[in-house]
Structures are given as C-alpha cells and as structure tokens.
C-alpha cells in the first residue's frame, strides 16, 4: 500500500530536549515536504526537498533542521525545541512540485 | 512569493445542499491547483485539482472550476452528505522554479443530516 509513514504520532517533551520525527514513503517520490498545521493558519511549509541530498527552506524553517540521505527518509529535527513549535506536524510525498502530494497522518508535538 | 486567500472559513450546510468554497491567487505563473480533504485525525488528501489549461473539472459530486483571468478557483460539491464533513484546502503551485506550494488556510463544512 503506497503511503507515507510520520513517528511518532503524539510526543510530550520539554524545551530544549533534542527531538526528530522521522518520515518514510514508499512511493520512489522524488519531493519530500515538511509543513505544520496551526488553528486559522493552515498549511505552512517548513522545509522541502528534490532529491537526495538537496534541501531547502519553506516559509517557517526557523528552528528546524532537514536532511534526505535517502529517497525514502526526511527525517525533520528540533535540536532546541521552543513552546513556539507545538503544532501538528505534517510530512509529505510526491512526484513532482506539480504533482499531487500524499500526506502522512500527522505528528502531535506538546513542547512544555 | 504567492499568497493565497480561501472563503469561506466554516459552511454549515443541510444534507443534500450544494457547497462552495472559493480561492483567489496572487502569481499569474502558478498553473497547478489541488483540492485537499482533511478529516480528523488524519492527513490531507486529494480530492481533484486542476491545471492552468483546463476550466473545468468534474468527478462525481465534485468539481472544480479556475478563471485565469481573475485568478481565482472554485471547488463545488453537490448533494453533499454528512460524509463529506472535514476541513477543505485549496493549494497553488507552479511547475519548476521553487517547490512551495501555497495553502489556502482552509475551510471547515459542515454537513447536517
């Protein structure tokens, strides 16, 4: 079943606490997508890539890190989480940049 | 960069009632524009989307409509049931160049039995 795989689903931490929620899609996409989700803000996106080993920045990516050793990993890191960076977190596949995108079912973040 | 502005916020309709949600766009070179479903708990997912080439689309009970000209972009469901319930995303996006597509900031229908 072609999908695309967030964990974990639901995470409490602290500020500060080193955190990386890992993304996987068995699709042979080539475009990777991170976006998060805030109540009357939509969709926004945090960092999005091409191919292995390019990456680049969305609209929020303050804060945030990225990388794509693979094409079927886009692991998204917090190396200092901040209150700020609870949202819900999204993670998304595709062919192309105008192509549809698939989207995993989404990450809760609490960072206290 | 592109801006995209979605209507309404929340549609509260009666079961078998039409809905309409509606998206302008700003950047005229932005020529791919998808429709995404989101029920609760899960992830966005496609519904239909459209090209810059086309003016219309239809799949069963949903279709969507793109006047280039005005730039702006319609999703229309007919005889809507309680099902179709879930928050509505229109998006936009451009082939080549940078890859970030726009979101809408999304409408919430509601469908009463």
């Known amino acids: 079943e072609a999908q695309v795989t967030q964990n974990p689903r639901y995470l409490i931490t602290v500020t500060g606490k080193k955190l990386t929620v890992t993304c996987s899609q068995n699709?042979?996409?080539?475009?990777m997508s991170w976006y998060r989700q805030d109540p009357g803000l939509g969709l926004r996106q945090i960092y999005y890539s091409m191919n292995v080993e390019v990456t680049d920045k969305g609209d929020v990516p303050e804060g945030y890190k990225v990388s794509r050793k693979e094409k079927r990993n886009f692991p998204l890191i917090l190396e200092s989480p901040s209150p700020n960076q609870t949202s819900l977190y999204f993670c998304a596949s595709s062919l192309s940049g105008s192509q549809p995108q698939h989207f995993g079912d989404g990450t809760r973040l609490s960072i206290l | 960069g592109e801006n995209v502005e979605q209507h309404p916020s929340t549609l509260s309709v009666q079961e078998g009632d039409s809905a309409v949600i509606k998206c302008t766009y700003s950047?005229?070179?932005?020529?791919?524009f998808p429709w995404y479903k989101q029920e609760l708990g899960k992830g966005p997912q496609l519904i239909i989307d459209?090209?810059?080439?086309?003016g219309e689309k239809k799949d069963q009970r949903i279709a969507v409509t793109l006047n280039k000209t005005a730039k702006h972009f319609s999703l229309h469901i007919t005889e809507t049931q309680p099902e179709d319930s879930a928050v509505y995303f229109c998006a936009a996006s451009k082939a080549g160049g940078s890859y970030i597509p726009t979101f809408g900031r999304g409408t919430s229908l509601i469908v009463h039995p």
């Open positions: 699709m042979n996409h080539e475009y």
């Open positions: 950047d005229s070179a932005s020529n791919y």
């Open positions: 459209i090209r810059s080439n086309v």
